[in-house]
């Protein structure tokens, strides 16, 4: 068995409608175990990406669709992106409460959580899980 089971980046585009988030689940869960992780791991990234995409979607102003990006850095790092689709469209984020308790949620989740803003909206959320594999 190959010891990088996931060979490049993984993208999936969807409309941004909570109804998708199965769909952004099940994705999760596969890139995840070609990552090599745990089933723990793979249950928080799960949640993980799930929360991030809801927190795009609950934007004021939502975006119309969501992206997501899977890449294994440097074969030590998993990273996953959400990205709204049209966050240059208009302004209205989230409650600064409501992004504090998302980034809180999000930090218990993942090894490393970032927030890309723009125009007073979240364009872009990155979290960051090292790769320990199953043994």
């Known amino acids: 068995m190959s010891e990088k089971r ?4 993984v993208e999936l585009s969807v ?4 109804g ?20 723990d791991a793979m249950d928080s990234l799960k949640i993980a990406t799930e929360e991030a995409c809801n927190c795009l979607i609950g934007q004021e102003n939502p975006p119309e669709r969501i992206t997501l990006r899977f890449l294994c850095e440097d074969d030590r790092t998993l990273v996953i992106r959400a990205i709204a689709g049209d966050s240059e469209a208009g302004e209205g984020g989230m ?4 992004l504090e308790i998302v980034r809180c949620i999000l930090a218990a989740l993942a090894d490393e959580v970032s927030f890309d803003m723009r125009c007073g909206r ?9 790769l320990t594999r199953e043994g």
């Open 15 to 18: 409309a941004a409608d909570a």
């Open 122 to 130: 979240i364009h872009a959320i990155e979290l960051r899980v090292a």
């Open 95 to 98: 409650d600064e409460t409501e």
């Open 20 to 39: 998708m988030m199965l769909v952004i689940r099940l994705t999760t869960a596969g890139v995840v175990a070609r990552a090599g992780l745990t089933i």
């Open 6 to 9: 996931l060979k490049g980046p």
